[in-house]
């Protein structure tokens, strides 16, 4: 069966097609991107939608010739695709109805069935169909999203979350404050490698409550301490990451412990980071877990999860009205009914 999806939940707008025919090890075949950026980072959601709606015709074409050479062909026939899958929740509003138009077009076009699918809920399949981990709990670290997520009772539940911004969204405002321009979580990386020796350490407000965290409170405290003059810039992206991951490797360490679970996977842009890929290894190893970690394409936000988590749904019968098929941008992820996994 082929599946294409498309992913448009934020900044992102992208085509993914996937395979899952049996003799084919690599199942995506295409997954094709193209995101809208701001040099000063922040987002206008109306202009994100603009962007989306401007390019949409070239990412399908890039998808559907990126998916033909996989299978050695010029281009695929949208004869070929078997279903379309579409991000419907959660996300930017404006930027979700681009997606949900260009998903309906092609269905009633191609009288193709559709399919809506959870963006959260696809980084944790994806996770899964690449890194082949089983009943993993999700570190999903995102612009806007910061939640530990895991498969408990039939449902995929949200066992610890920000409270406030986004852990990239708190990277980014931090460089932002620095003058490292934007994104900010890479260049953050760049600059905290240069610091050698934890005496370099400045304290920073710590804030995990229960299984929850927030860092509203850190980024205060870290203009201030900007505006001050009185600290490396290095320093203080060290201490940075230094403080903020070890909030996260807490949480996540504290819903592997909850859920009785040995997998840890990863996702979203700032699990990118090397960093913190170190420190949620050696908690792992320290509980006898194992993490898991997708290649990049496959952390940010793309489209090849959508495709697949709407294969998955699509071959457990989800079915979708036409009319129906709208978008849902406050829905949490335990509101979605798991009919695709048997345990
Ligand atoms: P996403 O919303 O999942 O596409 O992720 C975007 C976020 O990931 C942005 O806030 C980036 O600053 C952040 N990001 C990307 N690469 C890294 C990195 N190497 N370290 C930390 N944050 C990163
Ligand atoms: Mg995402």
């Given at each position: 069966?082929?599946?294409l999806?498309?992913?448009?939940?934020?900044?992102?707008?992208?085509?993914?097609?996937?395979?899952?025919?049996?003799?084919?090890?690599?199942?995506?075949?295409?997954?094709?991107?193209?995101?809208?950026?701001?040099?000063?980072?922040?987002?206008?959601?109306?202009?994100?939608?603009?962007?989306?709606?401007?390019?949409?015709?070239?990412?399908?074409?890039?998808?559907?010739?990126?998916?033909?050479?996989?299978?050695?062909?010029?281009?695929?026939d949208m004869k070929d695709v078997d279903v379309i899958?579409?991000?419907?929740?959660?996300?930017?509003?404006?930027?979700?109805?681009?997606?949900?138009?260009?998903a309906r077009s092609l269905a009633v076009k191609h009288n193709k069935p559709i399919?809506?699918?959870?963006?959260?809920?696809?980084?944790?399949?994806?996770?899964?169909?690449?890194?082949?981990?089983?009943?993993?709990?999700?570190?999903?670290?995102?612009?806007?999203?910061?939640?530990?997520?895991?498969?408990?009772?039939?449902?995929?539940?949200?066992?610890?979350?920000?409270?406030?911004?986004?852990?990239?969204?708190?990277?980014?405002?931090?460089?932002?404050?620095?003058?490292?321009?934007?994104?900010?979580?890479?260049?953050?990386?760049?600059?905290?490698?240069?610091?050698?020796?934890?005496?370099?350490?400045?304290?920073?407000?710590?804030?995990?409550?229960?299984?929850?965290?927030?860092?509203?409170?850190?980024?205060?405290?870290?203009?201030?301490?900007?505006?001050?003059?009185?600290?490396?810039?290095?320093?203080?992206?060290?201490?940075?990451?230094?403080?903020?991951?070890?909030?996260?490797?807490?949480?996540?360490?504290?819903?592997?412990?909850?859920?009785?679970?040995?997998?840890?996977?990863?996702?979203?842009?700032?699990?990118?980071?090397?960093?913190?890929?170190?420190?949620?290894?050696?908690?792992?190893?320290?509980?006898?877990?194992?993490?898991?970690?997708?290649?990049?394409?496959?952390?940010?936000?793309?489209?090849?999860?959508?495709?697949?988590?709407?294969?998955?749904?699509?071959?457990?019968?989800?079915?979708?009205?036409?009319?129906?098929?709208?978008?849902?941008?406050?829905?949490?992820?335990?509101?979605?009914?798991?009919?695709?996994?048997?345990?």
């Amino acid at each position: 069966m082929i599946v294409l999806g498309i992913e448009s939940t934020a900044h992102t707008f992208g085509v993914g097609i996937v395979d899952d025919s049996k003799k084919r090890a690599n199942k995506v075949l295409a997954n094709v991107k193209d995101s809208y950026t701001t040099k000063k980072g922040g987002m206008i959601p109306s202009k994100a939608a603009d962007h989306h709606a401007e390019i949409c015709g070239k990412v399908l074409r890039g998808a559907l010739e990126k998916a033909g050479q996989a299978k050695g062909k010029e281009e695929l026939d949208m004869k070929d695709v078997d279903v379309i899958a579409y991000s419907q929740s959660p996300g930017i509003g404006h930027c979700l109805r681009i997606g949900a138009m260009a998903a309906r077009s092609l269905a009633v076009k191609h009288n193709k069935p559709i399919v809506g699918v959870n963006h959260c809920i696809a980084h944790l399949e994806i996770g899964r169909l690449v890194t082949k981990a089983k009943n993993p709990v999700l570190l999903y670290l995102s612009g806007a999203n910061t939640q530990v997520i895991a498969y408990e009772g039939k449902k995929y539940r949200i066992f610890g979350e920000t409270l406030d911004m986004g852990i990239g969204n708190f990277l980014d405002s931090f460089a932002r404050d620095l003058g490292l321009g934007f994104p900010g979580g890479p260049v953050v990386e760049k600059m905290a490698k240069k610091v050698k020796g934890s005496d370099k350490y400045v304290e920073l407000p710590y804030s995990v409550k229960g299984m929850d965290m927030n860092f509203g409170g850190m980024l205060t405290n870290l203009k201030q301490k900007i505006k001050s003059g009185k600290f490396k810039k290095e320093d203080l992206c060290f201490s940075v990451q230094e403080t903020a991951f070890a909030m996260m490797v807490e949480v996540a360490e504290r819903a592997l412990a909850h859920c009785d679970k040995s997998e840890l996977l990863l996702g979203g842009g700032v699990a990118c980071n090397k960093r913190l890929q170190e420190m949620c290894d050696k908690m792992c190893k320290a509980r006898g877990a194992k993490m898991y970690v997708p290649a990049n394409e496959f952390l940010v936000d793309n489209a090849g999860m959508i495709a697949w988590l709407g294969l998955l749904q699509h071959k457990a019968g989800d079915k979708l009205k036409i009319e129906k098929a709208d978008i849902k941008p406050y829905i949490r992820t335990d509101e979605i009914e798991v009919k695709w996994r048997k345990d």
